[in-house]
Each structure stands twice: as structure tokens, then as C-alpha cells.
């Protein structure tokens, strides 16, 4: 089973001063998987709920040293669900049945060194096998097959593949790390450069945070120095691995799917007019 390196370590200052004390990854969302009604839910375990619905069970938290707040929630409180009755205690339950039945492990990030840094630290957890990062500040909602299936299904194509990233046609590309790209088949691209947030994008296309690694990610990771923000970029560590001849592919976002993001007001706000209704 591909192991899960789940982010959630950023201090969140675009949404200050909300996220002095609650967490980014934390921030309520509207859904509607559980029940008819709409219920508010963190969207880091919005997050986990989708990975588990795809049997994922393996999971590593990227925390930093002031989100106890995460590591609470996702510990099941039995005190805490005797109190709960009606359909309340039963949302709540199914989260606790689903925390029993998976692996979760917890480090932290001491410093935000950014996130090149957070998936750094995931080395002895990974080992040598595949696995998947995500940021918990970021979803996407599919109609369809999920990214993150087909994120799998490529790697399995493509065996001499170290990454596989997920893209999307963006507008503002100060915000996304942008490739450079070349067709390889109707579902698949070929990276040829990755720039963090470039003055001047060399293609229409951001980077978003879902991403598919082969083990050699870490030793690109030890290589890069700070860059964009003084922290450390895993789109540099990307680049890395592309300078020294390892293939880099993509797939992007289908039509029917959407990013949603928590990381700024704007997006966040955006983010309130959707009712998430599959995990």
C-alpha cells in the first residue's frame, strides 16, 4: 500500500489573525458526506476522509510545533463521544472507526523552513518505498477518477518516472511553482523545467500540491539551498532531480474536477460557496 505524507505545518499569516490559534489545515468547510444535511468539517479531515474512501491507510502528519490542535483531533476522545447522541455521535464515530482502523504517525517541523523541508522530514517514515505528498491546506474535488488514482495508475505506466506531478491552466502564476512542458502522450507530460513562482512563466500551467515520488526525492532534497521565501522549495528539489537526467512527468486536472484552496481570504471565501458532497 503507497504510504500518504499528509502537510500541515505552514503558519497560515495570509489568514491572521483567524490562524494565531487554529491552524490553516483547520479551517471549516461545508459538507455533505455523512448525511443529508450539511455538517462543518476541518478540511484536513476532509482530506484524510477522501484518502481513506480511496484505501489508504497509512498516514504521515507533517505538524508543526504549535498544531497540538491536529494531533488532538485525530485522536479518538471516548469520553468526548459518550456525550454526543443522534446523528452527531454517528459523524463522529465513523471518523473514530476510521482512525482505529489506520497507521497515522506524527513529525514535527520544528521551523517553517517551507516545504521542501516538511517532506524532507518524512525520509525515515517513506524508506525506501513509493509514496504520495499532499498539503492540507489544498483538496480537489472529482467527479471522476481522483488525481491521486491516477497519479498511481501513471507511476505504474511509467516505472522509470522518480515523480509524477498534478497540474492545472493558471491565471496567476506568482502563486504556483510553473513547468516547462512537452507532450508525451494525450494524458501524460514531460517536464523539462520547474521555477518556483516565476516573474515570467514559461507555460500556462501551475504545480499543484499532490504529487506522486519515487524514494529519490530525498537525496534532491539534502542538494537544494533556500530559495523563494528563504525556505526550502520542493520545486527546486524537483528541478534537481531533472538537471541530473531523472524523468519528471505530469498529469493535470480534467474538466470536470476542482482545486480548492484554504490558503488565502479570496480562495478561502471561494471555498464557502462549495458543499463537499464525496470524500
Not at 71 to 92: A, C, M, N, W
Not at 126 to 148: M, Q, R
Not at 163 to 173: E, M, N, P, Q, T
Request: net charge positive; with cysteine.
Amino acid at each position: 500500500m503507497t504510504k500518504v505524507v499528509i502537510t500541515a505545518a505552514g503558519k497560515g499569516t495570509r489568514l491572521l489573525p483567524f490562524t494565531k490559534e487554529m491552524p490553516k489545515e483547520m479551517m471549516p468547510i461545508f459538507s455533505q458526506v455523512f448525511s443529508e444535511k450539511k455538517v462543518v468539517l476541518p478540511l484536513l479531515q476532509y482530506i484524510f476522509e477522501q484518502f481513506y474512501s480511496l484505501n489508504f491507510r497509512d498516514y504521515c502528519f507533517i505538524v508543526g510545533r504549535e498544531k497540538r490542535s491536529i494531533e488532538d483531533h485525530f485522536t479518538p476522545h471516548e469520553t468526548y463521544l459518550r456525550e454526543l447522541s443522534g446523528d452527531y455521535k454517528k459523524i463522529v464515530l465513523k471518523f473514530y472507526q476510521k482512525l482505529e482502523k489506520s497507521h497515522l504517525i506524527w513529525i514535527n517541523q520544528n521551523k517553517p523552513l517551507g516545504f521542501g523541508d516538511a517532506v524532507k522530514r518524512a525520509e525515515r517514515y517513506v524508506g525506501k518505498e513509493d509514496f504520495i505528498v499532499h498539503a492540507g491546506d489544498v483538496t480537489i474535488l472529482s467527479n471522476s477518477k481522483h488525481p491521486i488514482l491516477r497519479l498511481i495508475e501513471t507511476a505504474k505506466e511509467y516505472p522509470e518516472a522518480k515523480a509524477i506531478l498534478l497540474c492545472k491552466k493558471v491565471k496567476d502564476s506568482k502563486r504556483y511553482g510553473v513547468p516547462t512542458i512537452e507532450k508525451l502522450s494525450n494524458d501524460v507530460l514531460n517536464i523539462k523545467e520547474v521555477i518556483e513562482k516565476p516573474e515570467k512563466p514559461k507555460s500556462e500551467f501551475g504545480i499543484l500540491p499532490l504529487y506522486y515520488f519515487r524514494k529519490n526525492i530525498f537525496s534532491s532534497l539534502k542538494k537544494i539551498k533556500p530559495g523563494k521565501g528563504k525556505e526550502f522549495q520542493l520545486t527546486d528539489a524537483i528541478q534537481n532531480m531533472i538537471q541530473e537526467k531523472q524523468k519528471v512527468l505530469a498529469i493535470t486536472l480534467d474538466k470536470n474536477e476542482k482545486e480548492v484552496d484554504v490558503g488565502t481570504v479570496e480562495s478561502y471565501r471561494d471555498a464557502q460557496t462549495i458543499t463537499f458532497r464525496k470524500a
